[in-house]
Structure formats: structure tokens, C-alpha cells
């Protein structure tokens, strides 16, 4: 297959759900160093990473008629009015028995479904401001990475009243308690920390820092440090992108 034939499979295959021949093809264009195929999959990676942490979805329960039926030992028989009477007492007491025993379950389970209800908020507000930023008619942006063999390569979106947006790749996950974190560093002045952030196993990274940009902003920068965060780099410069600050 030639890369116009793969180009519809690169976000399949960035999150792991291509099928054969398309997979081994487009690894096989990997292996091979195919500018066209790196370069499309590194976008598809990015999007990718945009629409991660997506809340896990709910799997319904079993019927509750058939599990309190099958707690009482209640059988459909013809025996007469006292029989089914019985049964159908039999029945009430184990229903009300399990209501007041799962009540604590079912208020577990509404906490449960009300946090992912948040969390999804959350990222949809996350997701709608970030594209904010790309789409601003007062956005900056800025490239990284683009000399070397394979360094962390991506773009720098800044926005002077919105924040900044970084899109990376070829960014390996960080050692375990160590985590990226992004400066903004003005003319002449000190570095800003900007939110610390992770990158995934394909090496794909994005990270938002909300609010209003330093207008004297020279650089955007990341370093690797303590899980925590630092006030000031404590570790040479990973990368860094030259920035301007747009004026009204």
C-alpha cells in the first residue's frame, strides 16, 4: 500500500485499534523512516491526546426482578391461593430486605455516576477552550523541534488572553516521580511556571495553561522535575519555542 492509501487508518492506528494489513503497513512505513506516514501520525497522535481521559463507560446491572426472585427461591406453581400467597409475602420481605441492604450501593453508585458526569464537564470545557485558543484570530503560534533526528518536535499556541497551548511529540514518558513542567519565560526576566503536565506511551503530549500571557514573553520552555513542581528549573531545558505575545 502507498501512504495515500494509509492516510485514513493514521488515527486508527494511533490508538491501537488498526486492523491487519492497514497495521503492519503503516508500521512497515514507520520502519522505513516514511516522512509522509511520521508526519501524519504524529497529527493523529496529537488528536489523540486531546480526546484521552474519556470517562470509562457504565456497564448495566442484571435484571432485579429475576436476582429477588432468585433470592426468595420463589417458582411459578399452581398450588392453590395459600401458596402463592406465601410466595408473593416471601417475595415482599426479601425486596424490602434488599432495598434497605443495596441502599447504601445505590448512593455509592449515584456519587460514582455524578463524578464522572463532572469529570466529563470538565474535560468538554477543557477541550472547548484549547480549541478557543487555535481558532483565536489573536493566537500566536510557534514550532519546536524541527532539526535533530528524532527530538521532541510540536507547536506553542498563545493567546494573550487566554493562555498557552503546547502540542508535542517524540516526547518520551517521564521516569517514575518526575514530571514535565512548562515555563514562560519574559525578556530579561525569570521563568513562570505554567502547570505540570505528562506525556503518553507513544510519547504524545498536550498542556493547557489558562489565563492572561506576560505580554514581554521571549520563550516557552519545559524541563523535567520533581513530580511536585518547582518554582524555578531545577534541570537543563528539554526544549524551548520562541514566542510573541500578540498587541491590540
Not at 520502519?31 to 470509562?56: F, H, T, Y
Not at 506511551?201 to 513542581?229: I, S
Amino acid at each position: 500500500m502507498n501512504c495515500d492509501d494509509l492516510r485514513e487508518y493514521y488515527e486508527l492506528y494511533a490508538i491501537g485499534v488498526a486492523e491487519e494489513p492497514e497495521r503492519s503497513e503503516i508500521r512497515a512505513h514507520l520502519n522505513r523512516e516514511c516522512e509522509v506516514c511520521m508526519q501524519g501520525l504524529r497529527g493523529a497522535r496529537e488528536i489523540a491526546a486531546l480526546l484521552e481521559g474519556s470517562a470509562e463507560p457504565v456497564a448495566p446491572s442484571a435484571k432485579l426482578r429475576r436476582r429477588i426472585l432468585a433470592s426468595a427461591g420463589y417458582q411459578d406453581r399452581s398450588f392453590g391461593w395459600a401458596p402463592a400467597l406465601a410466595g408473593a409475602l416471601a417475595f415482599s420481605l426479601v425486596a424490602c430486605v434488599y432495598f434497605v441492604g443495596r441502599e447504601r450501593d445505590v448512593v455509592k453508585e449515584v456519587a460514582r455516576l455524578t463524578a464522572i458526569g463532572r469529570q466529563q464537564d470538565i474535560q468538554l470545557t477543557r477541550l472547548t477552550e484549547m480549541f478557543g485558543i487555535i481558532n483565536g484570530s489573536d493566537t500566536t503560534v510557534s514550532t519546536f523541534g524541527q532539526g535533530g533526528a528524532q527530538p521532541p518536535r510540536g507547536k506553542v499556541f498563545v493567546n494573550p488572553s487566554q493562555g498557552v497551548l503546547l502540542v508535542a511529540g517524540n516526547l518520551p514518558p517521564a521516569p517514575a516521580g518526575k514530571a514535565y513542567e512548562m515555563w514562560v519565560i519574559p525578556k530579561g526576566g525569570k521563568p513562570a511556571p505554567a502547570g505540570l503536565f505528562q506525556s503518553s506511551a507513544e510519547g504524545a503530549a498536550v498542556h493547557f495553561q489558562r489565563g492572561k500571557v506576560d505580554p514581554n514573553a521571549a520563550l516557552v520552555a519545559v524541563t523535567l522535575e520533581d513530580a511536585a513542581g518547582a518554582d524555578q528549573p531545577t534541570s537543563p531545558v528539554l526544549f524551548a519555542a520562541q514566542v510573541h505575545v500578540s498587541t491590540p
